[in-house]
């Protein structure tokens, strides 16, 4: 890259130094003036449709949005003339004259400064305080509301376009589009279809850059504005991903999800990490459960533990499954608790697959948002890493190839250039036969091809699967250095959970502790044993299974570290605070290791999870 | 034909196309038809199956070439024959069964069907028989549609078979292309087009070679040249004639291009409306690959273009340049903003260039003929021609290439020969729907790209629209506000919202709904578009809006102050065009009704409502109404005034005595006021009896011995019988108005002296125009020159002294075997003509200074039908300089007058041609060119006057001087009795409003609505036609004053109501009211009189 060249601009009678290439909005943004706008949105390209950028630029005819106008040098630039001022005035009174911008009626409405509002907030800053021109309340205009999670109103919609440039430049889904043109232009999905009907994967990204209410989610409308909500920093633990999100909670309540700009998602979440996680939760464990005469009677931690206690000191072989969605600091003390305590090495994860991890220089987040070549081995981004997938369909915009390995399909399949099937790479190398294959033409080696595919690139990428075959993984070893390994893994602390030690499999024991947090065992069986310990969030089929049913917190009421499947050691928030009865794990164990003669020292605990 | 291997092919393949061309006409009779699509659209196509059929069954070895569009839309389909390498002579309108007699007679017997031929095309090699019959054919350059045309990128059109590359070829084309590739640089291309000043044809008007030079500076391998054919404009179809008629010039120029610029793929995006254009486009592309004029090695040279099209959607925004790139990439067709530039970042990110068809068509010319030749044609800052598709209202519409520089006026009445019909000229519309209206002020502009922006339009594209008097400017804004906001992309806010809101407002104002604030709101609206939109579409939407409220505020303001649509188009407010255009706004269509069920006294009570003189206007009134009844789009409109006339002479045996106006609460208040009426002509009595209706004392002092203004003493007795007008002034005085005659104003009253001395609350000045303008010439005292207006007073005041004391006093001149001669075209010139035709007159000559069509008295065509089938000579473009004779009138010597540019009324203004004089031998002399008010009883400045000496008033008729209220031909200046009239009521309401309240609004006249039911079925008299209008013959009229026009009989009349379409009927369909119902009580009771 070349050093880019500094232009030498005035802006408002002010030196500004900017580099060349960039736009008058950015530079007048760089230098600390603030130039309205409303269809600009830093992360999205400029499209200059909404006109409140306008400036006057000097030798230039007319007003010019600055926020696709390039700086060049000696440029001088107005923000503030009455001509500007005047423009950007009458732009705002005819956006609030296109359609029902009934604003008191709006969960995106608010005062001030942090109005959730762009429109309303800059209607606010230019003394819009009356209607200038007939507002159009004569039309209705549609309400679609058929996603399950949040709903579009065209009333408040302006057409800045936000969204239907996030759904092509972030999310790379290309299902928002416009019907119709001139005054009758819509925002619609695919070909006009209703959104819940479209290809829409419901990522939200529309949502999260929309200026208006136009786009709400059904969970947290009218729940808050941005001047009553704290907004934390967070990672969710949805999927190995480890997205960044910006949590939105308000009186000890979730209201909503935002992505993370600056993290290696880029402001792109899925469906579930947006809004699965804010959905109401099935009956939340609010106290100790011990199960008398098959009937569950509320107690005390005292008697619960000592119940407890009691039965695993009594039981041979004690057995222990963990989620993987917990955070390193909790399954180290769980696993420590089996290993000190219980002297059991039967403690597994619940689920969750961790591929090889050694194959080559592993790929971080940020490499798979700019490659020119993406490989895939067996595994499907689409089914656990969903975010994982729309930053492959953005490369693939971008031009990148798609190489794909695989023996089942994926959604990704269609964009393929090559596609290969895993056996026709596992021969390489391990088959003795393979000489004596290429000597006679028999067959022409997949990893050949592979290879071939990925040479000219400059920076591939290569995503595997977990449960591959040896020879598989060893042929991926054999490929050109320059290429970035990312597993897919299957487990959001899964990464973390192998650095210690464990994985998933089926344990045994006459005792069973299982320490579920907020997961919910959909599909899997609990393990058959004589005495059954679930630790869980919320009711349960397996916690109506249990002997023993002890509350826990959520993801949102716990803190800590995951390692996502770049292997980056992400911090976990406590967002909420957990109900009076519901304490951390390690506080479970160490009390429960108390009552069965052991001592177990948090510190220690927390430095099993490894280094900070 | 073998593919071409180096430049030097060219040359000899162009001669032998020539040599073959020239055999084959010599081989037998060639016939050309014109087809374009606007040929097909005249039915071109089943005239040319007409042409085949009839010379196989008389297999004539004629020759058939299907040629392209010539321009001349509206004489399409267009056959152009020649014979044995003769001459070319070109047919109109041949419809498929004029075919048989064209084959049998031009072509079997060589003889040229003379009445269908317009023109002869190009003189032939050979003489030839056919000259003989064709000997006075004009050429077809020599043709008023032609003659201020130079045709350079039309050069071919029509000329050649588009479909072969062979005829093209032959008149030198693709010459151009070899020149370049053969000797030039690429840099001397740029230069070439750069001297030439060529400047963009799409509308843009930026420099061609400026924008080829900075495509070839910016950077990088792959550049594109793009055709933009994206011709959208509704009338407009420049584009679309070159791509049909001439497809090959369009290839040329883009290979040109190509060469300059370093590009190597050039696109042609065309609108799939256009499919002949594209058929012919691929064509030719085709025939040019294989004969190596494009694709690799072209003409044996390194230089590689190919050619490909893209078809586009239709959208009108496609035309913009970053929209069209977009379109071609196949995204939604939106600008965006600039920079960067196309240049610089175009089609797929690279460098590209976009011009119009028009600009790369006209750029093989160039260079073949250099660019002084181009910089000679044309103005200074815009060489070359303009091309421009000429719609509308206007004769000769079709595609014309015309000089840039040349007057607006020269196109429309020269090239486009004039408004048809007899209508007037209101406005024309230039650069499409985003352009700009101009009125006939603007008519002298030169049509060039500064000049034309400069005056409030632009050139545009080249469409050019021509509208009459019959169209409604806000409707006209209106529509092409629906067209530019149909076609905004939606993309930024200004174009998209604000051309929505202006619809909305403009749509408003035509339903009646508008408001003063309006038209602010417009304006800012307008600006904000203009200012702050993303691209030219947003940018110049408001363009034709601005440029109406610019030209024609006032037609705006009647639709929002009045409710009322001048022009009689806007359908919520229109009732019947016939109530729309009379000034007082007379309820034609009830009285009309009421006659056709012989309910006579209803009727003429409510024409009463707001006209008080119908026997007057039954046989004096212009009758406005009729000119625009729709009963003439079928035939002929309703005889309204003879109809009219009959229904008040039926009931002139029961006088009318005016009936008391307004709230018991208003005549109070008005009883206690006097007013003063100054003048008893039709302004000042109406205004009186409107008054006294409302209560108020109202005395009328006039000046001369007898009431009724210009009605007693202008309008001679043979248009108006004294009795009828005597009769209808009776009316006035028993509605309670005094009328003191032989009062004139400063003589023997004061303004004073009524206000401050006998009470009077108010004033009304209604005195007429009775002075007459002065010629100013020398000569103009001598005994024999008499003003027109003091003739026909004279010869007036006699026929009212013999109506009252059946004796003849007044001093009339003795004008018996004498020559007359008359100056100016208005009703008074006539009249006088007339006049004196009866007093004896020998010869009587009415002399004009410019042509009879542009004559103000053509609003009583049958005033001047009746002067020339009473003998008057009339003598058009002719002025006189100088009375002659010694003491008294021997003659006058008149000078020729030429027309030179337009004046505000789209007439040409004439000018003398001192070289040309001539004298007329006269014994009198009668100027009629104009009256004015007679001010000379006012101290200067007492009241505010205008140059013309009429009285300066707001929009409440108060003059300077409050209190004091002036109205009618004072006001307006010469206009008809109904103008007065109108005057009259309005100023009544105008007075009553400030004796009331004190204030004073603009006035409003109501009267109530009335909606009869018809009783008979106007199905049975679809057929029915107009009757001819009764007159005295010819002999009975010689040395007396009889009524020339004779009235209608009851049944005839009755007859002539049923006639009426009741307009006003569909209007309550129009507006969601129910019709009357036949069994409905009568709208408007007979009413008693006491």
Request: with cysteine; proline share 7%; hydrophobic share 40%.
């Amino acid at each position: 890259m070349n050093e880019p060249t500094p232009v030498n601009l005035t802006i408002n009678d002010q030196p500004v130094q900017a580099c060349a290439g960039q736009t008058v909005y950015e530079a007048a943004a760089a230098a600390g003036i603030r130039i309205p706008v409303l269809c600009h949105h830093p992360r999205l390209k400029p499209h200059g449709a909404c006109r409140i950028c306008l400036v006057e630029i000097e030798k230039q005819r007319g007003l010019h949005p600055s926020c696709t106008y390039p700086v060049t040098e000696g440029m001088v630039v107005r923000t503030d003339t009455p001509a500007v001022v005047a423009s950007r005035k009458m732009s705002l009174h005819l956006i609030f004259s296109e359609r029902t911008h009934y604003c008191m009626f709006c969960p995106a409405s608010g005062t001030g400064e942090t109005t959730d509002c762009e429109l309303q907030r800059l209607g606010y800053e230019h003394g819009l305080d009356c209607w200038n021109y007939a507002p159009n309340f004569k039309k209705r205009w549609p309400v679609d509301a058929s996603r399950a999670y949040f709903v579009m109103d065209h009333g408040r919609c302006i057409l800045c376009r936000r969204c239907v440039r996030a759904c092509d430049e972030i999310a790379a889904n290309h299902t928002l589009g416009l019907t119709n043109r001139g005054a009758q232009t819509m925002i619609c999905a695919d070909d006009d279809t209703p959104f819940g009907d479209s290809t829409c994967v419901s990522c939200g990204t529309c949502l999260q850059v929309c200026p208006t209410g136009a786009l709400h989610d059904r969970q947290s409308a009218y729940l808050g504005h941005s001047t009553q909500v704290t907004r934390t920093a967070a990672t969710c633990l949805g999927c190995a991903m480890g997205c960044g999100i910006q949590a939105i909670t308000r009186d000890n309540h979730l209201l909503r999800v935002e992505g993370a700009w600056d993290a290696p998602n880029g402001g792109l979440l899925c469906a579930a990490g947006r809004f699965e996680v804010v959905k109401p939760k099935p009956e939340r464990i609010l106290h100790p459960l011990v199960k008398r005469n098959g009937e569950f009677v509320a107690t005390s931690w005292d008697d619960a533990l000592a119940h407890v206690a009691e039965k695993f000191g009594d039981a041979r072989m004690v057995g222990g499954l963990v989620s993987p969605r917990l955070t390193s600091e909790s399954l180290a003390a769980f696993e420590c608790f089996f290993h000190d305590v219980l002297e059991s090495s039967e403690v597994a994860l619940l689920q969750g697959d961790v591929p090889p991890l050694d194959l080559g220089t592993m790929a971080t987040l940020r490499d798979v948002a700019d490659p020119d070549c993406i490989t895939l081995i067996g595994g499907n981004p689409g089914e656990h890493q969903k975010v994982l997938r729309q930053l492959i369909h953005r490369a693939l915009d971008n031009g990148a190839r798609l190489l794909i390995v695989n023996d089942e399909s994926t959604a990704l399949d269609p964009w393929a250039d090559l596609y290969l099937d895993l056996e026709d790479i596992s021969f390489h190398a391990a088959s003795p036969f393979e000489k004596l294959r290429t000597t006679y033409h028999l067959r022409v080696s997949g990893m050949q091809q592979l290879r071939k595919a990925i040479a000219p690139a400059e920076r591939p990428v290569l995503l595997y699967g977990s449960g591959l075959s040896s020879t598989v993984y060893a042929a991926l070893r054999s490929l050109p250095d320059k290429t970035r390994y990312l597993p897919l893994v299957n487990g959001a602390n899964a990464v973390g959970a192998a650095r210690l030690g464990l994985d998933a499999r089926q344990v045994r024991g006459d005792a069973v502790y299982v320490l579920l947090g907020d997961d919910s065992p959909n599909g899997h069986g609990l393990p058959q044993s004589e005495f059954t310990v679930v630790q869980a969030a919320c009711r349960s089929s397996w916690t109506d299974a249990a002997d023993v049913v002890l509350p826990s917190p959520t993801w949102a009421e716990q803190s800590g570290h995951v390692i996502n499947l770049e292997g980056r050691r992400l911090p976990v928030v406590q967002l909420l605070q957990a109900p009076p009865s519901v304490q951390p794990h390690w506080q479970t164990l160490v009390q429960l290791a108390e009552r069965m003669g052991q001592t177990l020292s948090p510190e220690a605990l927390t430095q099993l999870a490894g280094p900070e | 034909m073998n593919r071409l291997q180096s430049i030097q092919d060219l040359p000899p393949l162009r001669e032998s196309i020539q040599q073959a061309l020239a055999a084959r006409a010599r081989s037998g009779p060639v016939i050309y038809v014109g087809m374009g699509t606007c040929g097909i659209a005249a039915g071109a196509r089943e005239t040319l199956q007409a042409i085949e059929r009839e010379i196989a069954n008389r297999q004539i070895p004629a020759q058939i070439v299907s040629v392209g569009c010539i321009g001349m839309c509206a004489k399409e389909p267009l056959v152009d024959i020649q014979l044995n390498g003769g001459s070319h002579v070109l047919y109109s309108n041949i419809q498929p069964e004029m075919v048989p007699r064209l084959i049998e007679e031009h072509l079997v017997n060589q003889q040229p069907v003379r009445e269908w031929l317009i023109c002869r095309m190009a003189d032939g090699d050979v003489p030839d028989d056919e000259v003989q019959a064709i000997q006075n054919l004009p050429q077809f350059r020599d043709l008023p549609f032609t003659g201020k045309q130079v045709r350079i990128a039309l050069g071919n059109c029509g000329l050649i078979d588009p479909t072969r590359i062979e005829d093209y070829i032959a008149r030198d084309g693709y010459r151009a292309l070899g020149r370049v590739l053969g000797s030039w640089s690429p840099e001397e291309v740029i230069k070439e087009i750069k001297e030439s000043g060529l400047r963009g044809r799409g509308g843009g008007g930026f420099s061609t070679g400026t924008k080829w030079e900075l495509c070839r500076k910016s950077p990088g391998d792959t550049k594109y040249v793009i055709c933009n054919a994206d011709e959208g404009d509704p009338g407009a179809f420049m584009d679309r004639s070159i791509l049909e008629s001439d497809p090959h010039a369009v290839l040329e120029g883009m290979a040109i291009a190509g060469y300059a610029m370093g590009a190597r793929e050039g696109i042609i995006y065309c609108r799939e409306e256009y499919p002949l254009a594209i058929d012919r486009l691929e064509a030719a592309i085709e025939q040019a690959s294989e004969l190596g004029l494009l694709g690799d090695n072209i003409l044996g040279t390194n230089f590689n273009f190919e050619i490909s099209l893209k078809g586009g959607a239709g959208a009108f925004v496609c035309g913009e340049e970053t929209a069209l790139i977009a379109s071609i990439e196949g995204r939604r067709g939106e600008p965006r903003p600039r920079p960067p530039f196309p240049a610089v970042s175009g089609l797929w990110g690279k460098p590209s260039n976009i011009n119009n068809v028009k600009s790369y068509a006209m750029s093989p010319r160039i260079v073949l003929r250099g660019a002084a030749w181009f910089k000679n044609i044309g103005s200074a800052k815009s060489p070359g021609t303009a091309i421009f598709a000429l719609t509308g209202k206007v004769n000769n519409t079709g595609l014309i290439e015309v000089p840039m520089g040349i007057p607006l006026g020269d196109i429309i009445f020269d090239v486009g020969g004039g408004i048809p019909e007899g209508r007037t000229f209101k406005a024309v519309q230039t650069g499409g729907p985003l352009g700009g209206c101009l009125p006939a002020s603007s008519l002298n502009t030169p049509v060039d790209f500064d000049s034309l922006q400069e005056a409030g339009a632009v050139m545009g594209s080249g469409g050019m629209i021509v509208v009459d008097d019959d169209t409604c400017m806000v409707e006209l804004a209106k529509y092409f506000l629906t067209f530019a906001t149909a076609e905004s992309c939606g993309k930024c806010v200004p174009c998209r919202i604000g051309g929505q809101r202006l619809l909305e407002i403009l749509t408003r104002i035509t339903e009646g709904g508008g408001t003063r604030q309006d038209l602010e709101t417009i304006r800012e609206l307008s600006a904000h578009m203009t200012s702050s939109s993303l691209c030219g579409l947003g940018q110049r939407t408001a363009g034709p809006v601005m440029s109406v409220l610019r030209f024609f505020e006032d037609e705006v303001l009647a639709h929002i102050d009045d409710q009322i649509c001048p022009s009689g188009q806007c359908k919520k407010l229109v009732r019947a065009k016939c109530i729309n255009t009379c000034p007082a706004g007379v309820d034609t269509p009830a009285y009309l009704a009421l006659i056709a069920q012989g309910r006579y006294a209803e009727g003429l009570a409510i024409h009463r409502e707001r006209n008080p003189f119908p026997i007057i206007c039954g046989r004096a009134c212009p009758a406005f109404c009729e000119t625009k009844c729709r009963r003439a789009e079928l035939d002929d409109p309703i005889a309204i005034r003879l109809t009219k006339r009959f229904m008040a002479e039926h009931e002139s045996q029961a006088p009318w005595t005016p009936e008391p106006l307004g709230s018991p609460e208003q005549r109070r208040i008005a009883s206690g006021k006097k007013v003063a009426v100054i003048g008893a002509g039709p302004a000042g009595l109406t205004a009186a009896v409107r008054l006294a209706q409302l209560g108020y004392g109202v005395t009328v002092f006039e000046k001369y011995p007898m009431p009724g203004g210009m009605m007693s003493w202008a309008i001679p007795e043979y248009r108006m019988p004294r009795q009828a007008l005597f009769l209808e002034i009776d009316s006035i005085k028993r509605g309670g108005v005094e009328i003191r005659c032989n009062q004139a104003l400063g003589k023997d009253f004061t303004l004073n002296d009524l206000l401050d001395t006998h009470g009077f609350n108010s004033v009304v000045l209604a005195i007429g125009a009775h002075t007459s303008r002065q010629m100013g010439i020398p000569g103009e005292d001598k005994a024999g020159v008499i003003n027109g207006i003091d003739f026909l007073r004279e010869v007036a005041r006699e026929s009212c002294e013999r109506a009252f004391s059946n004796k003849p006093t007044a001093d009339i001149p003795d004008m018996r075997g004498k020559r007359v001669g008359i100056v100016g075209g208005g009703d008074v010139a006539i009249d006088a003509a007339r006049v004196a035709l009866r007093l004896g007159a020998k010869e009587v000559h009415v002399m004009y200074r410019r042509t009879g069509d542009d004559m103000p008295a053509t609003h009583l065509p049958e005033e001047i039908e009746g002067a020339l089938h009473e003998g008057v000579r009339f003598h058009t473009l002719v002025n006189p300089v100088e009375v002659l004779g010694n003491g008294s009138v021997t003659g006058v010597r008149l000078v020729r007058q030429r027309l030179a540019d337009f004046d505000d009324t789209a007439r040409r203004k004439p000018v003398a041609m001192e070289a040309e004089s001539f004298t007329l031998p006269l014994d009198f002399l009668i100027p009629a060119i104009g009256q004015m008010p007679d001010i000379s009883w006012m101290k200067p400045d007492q009241i505010s006057v205008t140059r013309s000496r009429t009285f300066v008033v707001n929009e409440a008729f108060v003059t300077s001087r409050p209190g004091v209220f002036a109205a009618g031909d004072a006001v307006t200046g010469p206009a008809t009795i109904v103008q007065a009239i109108a005057q009259g009521n309005l100023v009544s309401v105008a007075v009553d409003e400030w004796l009331r309240t004190g204030q004073t609004p603009k006035p409003r006249f109501i009267t109530p609505r009335h909606d009869i039911a018809p009783l008979h079925n106007l199905d049975d008299f679809a057929t029915a036609r107009r009757p001819a209008i009764p007159k005295l013959d010819l002999a009975l009229r010689e040395g007396n004053f009889n009524e020339v026009e004779l009235g209608l009989g009851e049944a005839a009349a009755q007859a002539e109501a049923r006639r009426c379409l009741r307009c006003d009927l569909e209007w309550l369909d129009r507006i969601g009211m129910p019709r009357p119902t036949a069994t409905a009580e009568p709208a408007a009771a007979p009413k008693e009189t006491p």
